[in-house]
């Protein structure tokens, strides 16, 4: 697997903020109150980030790792949890784009900022 690389920023900009997916499921019998269950033995967790912004060369990094390492966001990777430290399995999420990239600044400098939500695999 993977691991997120160690030329790109480890820690998002402040205002990260973390969603837990719900790890409920229903069920509604013919007579009776709902029975409710877990889903699973554990729960994933959606991370919203955004990265410090970037240079021309950790953008093309970032796409390159996005692209060709996790053959376009399909594969999970490694990364310690921003919070914790605790290194666990990541994926981005099915959201469409998979990440947006904002161009603070162009020309040689390329100052850019890189934004996405990614899951949290227990």
Known sequence: MPAWPASLPQIPVPGMSIAPQRNKIAFEPEIGDSIDRRRGTAASKV?????????????????????????????????????????????????????????????????IKVSFRLKRLA
């Not at 410090?52 to 966001?73: I, N, S, V």
């Not at 914790?84 to 981005?92: C, D, I, M, Q, R």
Request: charged letters at 25%; zero cysteines.
């Open 47 to 111: 991370y919203q980030i955004a990265l410090p912004p970037m240079t021309k060369e950790q953008y093309a990094t970032f796409e390159e790792f996005f692209e060709d390492d996790l053959y376009d966001g399909v594969l999970s990777f490694t990364w310690d949890d921003p919070v914790s430290g605790v290194e666990y399995s990541w994926k981005f999420t099915n959201d469409d784009p998979p990440y947006t990239a904002e161009v603070l600044m162009g020309g040689d400098e390329g100052i």
